[in-house]
């Protein structure tokens, strides 16, 4: 583990001499916030488990845990920001030997960070670098919720300096490497001895997103010259000429289709059958049937239309007759509304007596006058 330490802190401090590159002057960096998650391994050391106190006692099965860490942060110039962390490890430690009780616990911590850019303060910012090594120091709380505390749950101080390594894979999003010391209460083990404080060792590689691209180009903050416009050169006006006369208006024909012969004959062939209780204007069954054949015709053709005409024979009084030929095309065109179509569709009259198609002196001559014409239209 201690070899583990040496080794990352040897690699920054490598890479910020080696990233030691010309500042550049074409960009200009752009201050923003960002998002990170990390994850890596946490190792205590306290009384009887440090490298330098009890190096035998220090080992990766009593001494490190699991760490995961949401990060918070905003970065005001090339050089300077700040950080806010939310993590949380499962700790553990031996008390005297490797054959002590483990202790295991979680440890909760709420960490801020000061962070200084070494890479930009040593060589200036430069966007096309692909590394940059920080420094940060911090302060913060932390929270375990080991049992065995003589004094219950313990709450503790987190005083914090690390460094971290950040690879820029685009303008937005970096790959981390960060490492940490976080000096906890003397007490955090509920036992005390030697140093003043324990601490807890992070070691955690990160992605971190910027919500805004950390650079732009000068370019982009260099208005455009707007053009010079043309001089404007006046022209003598010359006389317009004479309007061309309007086009003559255009009268649209509405051509009215005509109703096809096969639908004159359906509707002619049905109108024979409809027939009337003598005397009244109520229709026999037979007729119906016929009546749902005209229904079928007008679904079919949405735009046909019916004059209905009502007539009788001579038998009676004229007056009577002509209320008759009028009550009777009324219920014939009461029916087809009552079977879905509209009435705006109809047009119905009566005649009475006045138009025989058939001699009145002859009982078939009679039967042919007392009648209901159905005629198909397409206008009124």
Known sequence: MKKLFVSCVILMLVTLTMSGQRKSTDVVFQPGGYVGLYGGISAFMGENNTLLQSPNNFSLKNNCGLVGTLAFGYDFTPILGVRGEVATSHNRWATINKNSVLNKYWFSTFTGDFMVNLSNWWAGYNPNRVIDVQAFAGLGVGFTDHLTYSRGNLLTPIVRLGLQG?????????????????????????????LFFDDVMTAQIGVVYHFSATSFTKAALVKKPEPIPAPIVEKKAEPAP???????????????????????????????????????????????????????????????????????????????????????????????????????????????????????????????????????????
Do not use: W
Request: proline content about 7%; hydrophobic content about 40%; overall charge positive.
């Open 166 to 194: 950040s690879c820029h894979v685009t303008k937005q999003v970096d790959i981390n490497l960060d490492l940490a010391s976080n000096a906890v209460s003397d007490s955090y083990n509920d036992a005390k001895g030697g």
């Open 242 to 380: 004479a309007p061309a006369p309007p086009p003559p208006p255009v009268v649209e024909k509405k051509v009215v289709p005509v109703v096809k012969p096969e639908v004159i004959k359906k509707v002619d062939i049905a109108a024979k059958k409809i027939f009337f209780v003598t005397n009244k204007a109520e229709l026999k069954p037979i007729s119906l049937t016929k009546l749902m054949e005209i229904v079928t015709i007008m679904n079919e053709d949405k735009d046909l239309k019916l004059i209905i005409n009502g007539y009788t024979d001579n038998t009676g009084i004229e007056n009577n007759n002509q209320l008759l030929s009028e009550s009777r095309a009324a219920a014939t065109k009461a029916f087809l509304i009552s079977k879905g179509i509209d009435a705006s569709r109809f047009q119905s009259a009566g005649f009475g007596q006045a138009k025989p198609v058939g001699d009145n002196k002859t009982a078939a001559g009679r039967q042919q006058n007392r009648r209901v014409e159905l005629i198909p239209t397409y206008k009124f």
